[in-house]
Structures are given as C-alpha cells and as structure tokens.
Nanobody, 121 residues
C-alpha cells in the first residue's frame, strides 16, 4: 500500500557530489519523520540523516557539514545532497519514512529498495 522509490545513486570520484531522492506513494495519510540510512559491505545499517515533518534535522557526525537532507511535504519526497564525497561514503543508501496510512492511523516505518553509491578514483 506504500512504496518508497529512491533514485540518484551512482559512481563518483572523491570530492564530487551526488543527490539522492526518494518519493513515497500509495495510501498515505501522514508522513512523519523521513530519513536516509546506509549500509556498507560487512557493516550494519547506520543512520545518515533524518528530518521531522516540521524540518528538524539530525545528522551522523561523519556527514555533518557535507550532507544536507531536505523534504517536500506536498510531494511526499525527501532528498539527500551529498558533497565532498569520500570512499568511506560508499554504501547502499536506503530511504526510510514513518507513515500513517488510510488503514493504519499510527506511523509505521517503510523502507525503499536501496540505491548504490560508490566513491572511487
């Protein structure tokens, strides 16, 4: 009933930028927090950045000052602008959103399928 579709991943060189986008669709009543997580090979999934519905943002220390999260509540989208990328940012990036639907009045976490970001020279 709810789908999150990510786009924007790819291969870039160190120091370059990428922008990830995620669009939520389906029987959505309200989207609460939205965010991005990532999982590198052999590592656990970790938080990258989150934003509340009102726009309060939270970032992992490793990306502060380089990444910026933004959302458009009217379009049910969340984006992640990633600047000054380095090889340690290489991972599969997942969109996450806490969504209340027409049949579930409380928020429930949904995940996108993931998009690969590779930073390599």
């Amino acid at each position: 009933q709810v789908n999150l579709v990510e786009s924007g991943g790819g291969l870039v060189q160190p120091g370059e930028s990428l922008r990830l986008s995620c669009a939520a669709s389906g029987s959505i009543r309200t989207i609460y927090a939205m965010g991005w997580y990532r999982q590198a090979p052999g590592k656990q999934r970790e938080l990258v950045a989150t934003t509340s519905r009102s726009g309060i943002q939270n970032y992992a220390d490793s990306v502060k000052g380089r990444f910026t999260i933004s959302r458009d509540n009217a379009k049910n989208t969340v984006s992640l602008q990633m600047n000054s990328l380095n090889p340690e940012d290489t991972a599969v990036y997942y969109c996450n959103a806490n969504i209340a639907t027409m049949t579930r009045s409380y928020g429930y976490p949904y995940w996108g399928q993931g998009t690969q970001v590779t930073v390599s020279s």
